[in-house]
């Protein structure tokens, strides 16, 4: 167990719909990153957010959003969603921020979008 | 743009065998270079990583080896076991930026 927690584990939609991912970081880590990963394919860098504030930026489509709350959990929104989207999208966490930091992967979300 | 490259996308050994998977990376100014291991349908998990301040690191039947010079590091696994079939990924995280840059990917099978 990584220590960072994403929900939900498993979710099927429908094209055009919206959805939230959910993310809640290691105890102590203020560095939340999502990333996509399509069948047989890589780790896609979306997004990243430190202590509330994006801090970095990958391909992430204008459809998604996300947000990092005080709390320090974070959410990933995906709307207008095409069959496209379907992906494991997982959430990671760090300590901080900058170089030399270690992050740890949640569990994953796998979206299915029919 | 950063970039990381991954090679070979497929690598097959026989049990028993040394596996080598090399990554090159972009971003002269990265100093952070993780490997991780991930099981089909699971979480990538880290399984060893390097700072830019040494040559080679060590653990166990894993080793990773960097060359800032060419901007290369390769992932060394020795006397391979089938539980080591997985893909493993190498990442580089650049000094003073915030982005994980992950490699492509190495689907690791280790023939029994």
């Known amino acids: 167990d990584s220590g960072v927690t994403q929900t939900p584990k498993h979710l099927i939609t429908a094209t055009g719909q919206r959805v939230t991912l959910r993310c809640s970081p290691r105890?102590?880590?203020?560095?939340v990153y999502w990333y996509q990963q399509s069948l047989d394919q890589g780790l896609q860098f979306l997004i990243q957010?430190?202590?509330?504030?994006?801090?970095a930026k990958g391909n992430i489509l204008e459809r998604f959003s996300a947000q990092q709350f005080p709390d320090l959990h974070s959410e990933l929104n995906l709307s207008s969603l095409e069959l496209g989207d379907s992906a494991l999208y997982f959430c990671?966490?760090?300590?901080?921020?900058?170089?030399?930091?270690?992050?740890?992967f949640g569990e994953g979300s796998w979206l299915t979008v029919v | 743009g950063e970039n990381v490259e991954q090679h070979p996308s497929t690598l097959s050994v026989q049990e028993g065998d040394s596996a080598v998977i090399k990554c090159t990376y972009s971003?002269?100014?990265?100093?952070?270079f993780p490997w991780y291991k991930q099981e089909l349908g699971k979480r990538p998990q880290l399984i060893i990583d390097?700072?830019?301040?040494?040559g080679e690191k060590k653990d166990q039947r894993i080793a990773v080896t960097l060359n800032k010079t060419a901007k290369h590091f390769s992932l060394h696994i020795t006397e391979t076991q089938p539980e080591d079939s997985a893909v493993y990924f190498c990442?580089?995280?650049?000094?003073?930026?915030?982005?994980?840059?992950f490699g492509t990917g190495t689907r690791l099978k280790v023939l029994a």
């Open positions: 990442a580089a995280q650049g000094q003073g930026t915030y982005k994980y840059i």
């Open positions: 390097i700072r830019s301040n040494v």
């Open positions: 971003d002269s100014a990265s100093n952070y």
């Open positions: 105890s102590g880590d203020l560095s």
């Open positions: 990671a966490s760090s300590q901080g921020t900058g170089g030399m930091n270690t992050i740890y």
């Open positions: 957010y430190y202590n509330g504030e994006e801090r």
